[in-house]
Nanobody
Framework: QVQLVESGGGLVQPGGSLRLSCAAS????????MGWYRQAPGKQRELVAT???????NYGDFVKGRFAISRDNAKKAVYLQMNSLQPEDTAVYYC?????????????????WGQGTQVTVSS
Protein backbone atom coordinates (compact mmCIF):
# COMPACT_ATOMS: atom_id res chain seq x y z
CA GLN A 1 0.00 0.00 0.00
CA VAL A 2 1.34 3.40 -0.96
CA GLN A 3 1.76 6.03 1.71
CA LEU A 4 3.34 9.47 1.91
CA VAL A 5 5.42 9.98 5.03
CA GLU A 6 6.38 13.52 6.04
CA SER A 7 9.02 14.80 8.42
CA GLY A 8 10.79 18.00 9.34
CA GLY A 9 8.14 20.16 10.97
CA GLY A 10 8.62 21.87 14.30
CA LEU A 11 8.93 25.14 16.17
CA VAL A 12 11.11 27.88 14.74
CA GLN A 13 11.63 31.54 15.53
CA PRO A 14 10.60 34.27 13.06
CA GLY A 15 13.23 34.60 10.37
CA GLY A 16 14.31 31.01 10.80
CA SER A 17 14.34 28.08 8.41
CA LEU A 18 12.93 24.59 8.19
CA ARG A 19 13.20 21.80 5.63
CA LEU A 20 10.25 19.48 5.14
CA SER A 21 10.65 16.06 3.59
CA CYS A 22 8.10 13.64 2.18
CA ALA A 23 8.73 10.21 0.73
CA ALA A 24 6.42 7.68 -0.87
CA SER A 25 6.55 4.15 0.51
CA UNK A 26 5.29 1.04 -1.25
CA UNK A 27 5.39 -0.07 -4.84
CA UNK A 28 4.68 2.62 -7.42
CA UNK A 29 4.80 2.65 -11.21
CA UNK A 30 5.65 6.34 -11.41
CA UNK A 31 5.05 9.64 -9.64
CA UNK A 32 3.72 12.71 -11.37
CA UNK A 33 3.33 16.12 -9.79
CA MET A 34 4.30 16.38 -6.14
CA GLY A 35 3.57 19.29 -3.88
CA TRP A 36 3.02 20.89 -0.53
CA TYR A 37 -0.15 22.45 0.81
CA ARG A 38 -0.86 24.02 4.16
CA GLN A 39 -3.83 24.66 6.39
CA ALA A 40 -3.89 27.14 9.24
CA PRO A 41 -6.57 27.00 11.97
CA GLY A 42 -9.86 28.36 10.67
CA LYS A 43 -8.57 28.68 7.11
CA GLN A 44 -8.88 26.65 3.94
CA ARG A 45 -6.06 24.47 2.71
CA GLU A 46 -3.88 26.40 0.26
CA LEU A 47 -1.18 25.64 -2.25
CA VAL A 48 2.38 26.20 -1.11
CA ALA A 49 4.33 24.73 -4.02
CA THR A 50 4.23 22.00 -6.63
CA UNK A 51 6.83 20.38 -8.85
CA UNK A 52 6.17 18.23 -11.91
CA UNK A 53 8.09 15.08 -12.74
CA UNK A 54 9.96 17.22 -15.24
CA UNK A 55 11.00 19.72 -12.58
CA UNK A 56 8.63 22.58 -13.39
CA UNK A 57 7.74 24.42 -10.20
CA ASN A 58 4.81 26.56 -9.11
CA TYR A 59 4.45 28.55 -5.90
CA GLY A 60 1.70 30.22 -3.97
CA ASP A 61 1.75 34.01 -4.17
CA PHE A 62 2.62 34.37 -0.49
CA VAL A 63 5.89 32.46 -0.91
CA LYS A 64 7.65 35.46 -2.52
CA GLY A 65 10.95 33.69 -3.07
CA ARG A 66 11.27 32.40 0.50
CA PHE A 67 10.58 28.71 -0.18
CA ALA A 68 12.09 26.24 -2.62
CA ILE A 69 10.58 22.91 -3.63
CA SER A 70 12.70 20.08 -5.00
CA ARG A 71 12.38 16.35 -5.58
CA ASP A 72 14.49 13.23 -5.82
CA ASN A 73 12.79 10.82 -8.19
CA ALA A 74 15.07 7.93 -7.23
CA LYS A 75 14.03 8.30 -3.59
CA LYS A 76 10.39 9.03 -4.47
CA ALA A 77 10.74 12.14 -2.34
CA VAL A 78 9.85 15.81 -2.36
CA TYR A 79 11.34 18.53 -0.19
CA LEU A 80 10.38 22.03 0.86
CA GLN A 81 13.09 24.39 2.04
CA MET A 82 11.47 27.25 3.92
CA ASN A 83 13.46 30.37 4.76
CA SER A 84 12.55 33.69 6.37
CA LEU A 85 9.61 32.06 8.14
CA GLN A 86 7.02 34.34 9.69
CA PRO A 87 4.25 33.71 12.24
CA GLU A 88 1.69 33.71 9.42
CA ASP A 89 3.42 30.62 8.02
CA THR A 90 2.22 28.66 11.03
CA ALA A 91 0.09 25.79 9.75
CA VAL A 92 -0.09 22.07 9.20
CA TYR A 93 1.82 21.30 6.02
CA TYR A 94 0.63 18.41 3.86
CA CYS A 95 2.51 16.55 1.17
CA UNK A 96 0.60 15.58 -1.97
CA UNK A 97 1.50 13.38 -4.93
CA UNK A 98 -0.08 11.99 -8.07
CA UNK A 99 1.05 8.39 -8.07
CA UNK A 100 0.56 5.74 -10.73
CA UNK A 101 0.15 2.22 -9.40
CA UNK A 102 -0.70 -1.18 -10.80
CA UNK A 103 -4.21 -2.22 -9.92
CA UNK A 104 -5.73 -5.43 -11.30
CA UNK A 105 -3.40 -5.46 -14.27
CA UNK A 106 -3.79 -1.84 -15.32
CA UNK A 107 -2.06 1.38 -14.38
CA UNK A 108 -4.18 3.91 -12.54
CA UNK A 109 -3.35 7.31 -11.11
CA UNK A 110 -4.36 8.15 -7.60
CA UNK A 111 -3.98 11.27 -5.51
CA UNK A 112 -2.22 10.72 -2.18
CA TRP A 113 -1.86 12.92 0.89
CA GLY A 114 0.51 12.73 3.80
CA GLN A 115 -0.64 12.88 7.40
CA GLY A 116 0.54 16.46 7.84
CA THR A 117 3.37 17.99 9.81
CA GLN A 118 2.99 20.98 12.11
CA VAL A 119 5.07 24.08 11.48
CA THR A 120 4.93 26.72 14.19
CA VAL A 121 6.70 30.06 13.84
CA SER A 122 6.86 31.89 17.12
CA SER A 123 9.27 33.73 19.34
Amino acid sequence: QVQLVESGGGLVQPGGSLRLSCAASGTVFSIGTMGWYRQAPGKQRELVATITDGGVTNYGDFVKGRFAISRDNAKKAVYLQMNSLQPEDTAVYYCNAEIRIWRLGIIIMQDYWGQGTQVTVSS
